[in-house]
Nanobody, 115 residues
Framework: QVRLTESGGGLVQPGGSLKLSCNAVGMNFRLFSMSWYSQAPGTQRELVATITSEGDTTYADSVKGRFTVSRDNARRTMYLQMNNLLPEDSARYYC?????????WGQGTQVTISS
């Protein structure tokens, strides 16, 4: 059974940084492209960043130059380094495969940017 567990969220001031982690069990992690998604209250879940099994990355325009996605296949973990955070980055962040599988959604991790 696949289980994705997000962690690393928190409350930080504008301009601050956070590093999110997504740990995967029950799947051959190295074979999958993986993505980070965000969802603010009252909005749809949005794609933030993707990293392929080969390590190629893509980003939403809103986070380019500020966020960096990476992965450690030995640890079955994907990361999202978030720098220069803005209030509009506040959301719950989730990871999933790419293309996503609705059965794989975890609980997410809350990121709140506020002074």
């Amino acid at each position: 059974q696949v289980r994705l567990t997000e962690s690393g969220g928190g409350l930080v001031q504008p301009g601050g940084s956070l590093k999110l982690s997504c740990n995967a069990v029950g799947m051959n992690f190295r074979l999958f492209s993986m993505s980070w998604y965000s969802q603010a209250p009252g909005t749809q879940r949005e794609l933030v960043a993707t990293i392929t099994s080969e390590g190629d990355t893509t980003y939403a325009d809103s986070v380019k130059g500020r966020f960096t996605v990476s992965r450690d296949n030995a640890r079955r973990t994907m990361y999202l380094q978030m720098n220069n955070l803005l209030p509009e980055d506040s959301a719950r962040y989730y990871c999933n495969t790419q293309p996503l599988n609705s059965r794989y959604w975890g609980q997410g991790t809350q990121v709140t940017i506020s002074s």
